[in-house]
Antibody
Framework: EVQLVESGGGLVQPGGSLRLSCAASGFTVSSNYMSWVRQAPGKGLEWVSVIYSGGSTYYADSVKGRFTISRDNSKNTLYLQMNSLRAEDTAVYYC????????????WGQGTLVTVSS | SYVLTQPPSVSVAPGQTARITCGGN??????VHWYQQKPGQAPVLVVYDDSDRPSGIPERFSGSNSGNTATLTISRVEAGDEADYYC???????????FGGGTKLTVL
């Protein structure tokens, strides 16, 4: 059974850093495209970043240069390193798996809340 | 970057048909995917590749895509269908993943 379990969220001050983790089971993270998607309170879904199975990475303009997506194949875990955090980064962060060879998300984690506030 | 436009809200009586649109420039040339999100929960895929349904999704959910508009149709709407619905496409020319703004479906 495919499962995605996020962790690492919490309260952080503006300018601070946080690393989110997404532990995967039931499949190999390196075999699928993987993404982070966030949702600010009361707002819609916003794509944040993707890592392709080959290792290439892409970011939304809103986080480019501040966030880094990566994976640890030995731990079968996806990460999102978030630096220089701003109030507007406050959101629930979901990790999501692309269906193999497709461009839609077939599995999502339960999400982890990041709050950026002084 | 590619933009997807959804109506903020749609209301429908139980047993009727709800249609949620997703507009985009020549969206008919892209594959459109739809997600349902209930309060406090992660999104769930309900339609992929314009009109296909994942296993476990009722046949009441269907989709179409042509020209500049894609449509998610929910037949015989039930109270449990009340949720936010998001369309999504892959756009190789800019941000690869694009979501619509979401539509809140209210069952009257």
């Amino acid at each position: 059974e495919v499962q995605l379990v996020e962790s690492g969220g919490g309260l952080v001050q503006p300018g601070g850093s946080l690393r989110l983790s997404c532990a995967a089971s039931g499949f190999t993270v390196s075999s699928n495209y993987m993404s982070w998607v966030r949702q600010a309170p009361g707002k819609g879904l916003e794509w944040v970043s993707v890592i392709y199975s080959g290792g290439s990475t892409y970011y939304a303009d809103s986080v480019k240069g501040r966030f880094t997506i990566s994976r640890d194949n030995s731990k079968n875990t996806l990460y999102l390193q978030m630096n220089s955090l701003r109030a507007e980064d406050t959101a629930v962060y979901y990790c999501a798996r692309f269906a193999r060879g497709e461009y839609y998300f077939d599995y999502w984690g339960q999400g982890t809340l990041v709050t950026v506030s002084s | 970057s590619y933009v997807l436009t959804q109506p903020p809200s749609v209301s429908v009586a139980p047993g009727q048909t709800a249609r949620i649109t997703c507009g985009g420039n020549n969206i008919g040339s892209k594959s459109v995917h739809w997600y349902q999100q209930k309060p406090g929960q992660a999104p769930v895929l309900v339609v992929y590749d314009d009109s296909d349904r994942p296993s476990g999704i009722p046949e009441r959910f269907s989709g179409s895509n042509s020209g500049n508009t894609a449509t998610l149709t929910i037949s015989r709407v039930e109270a449990g269908d009340e949720a936010d619905y998001y369309c999504q496409v892959w756009d190789s020319s800019s941000d690869p993943v694009v979501f619509g703004g979401g539509t809140k479906l209210t069952v009257l």
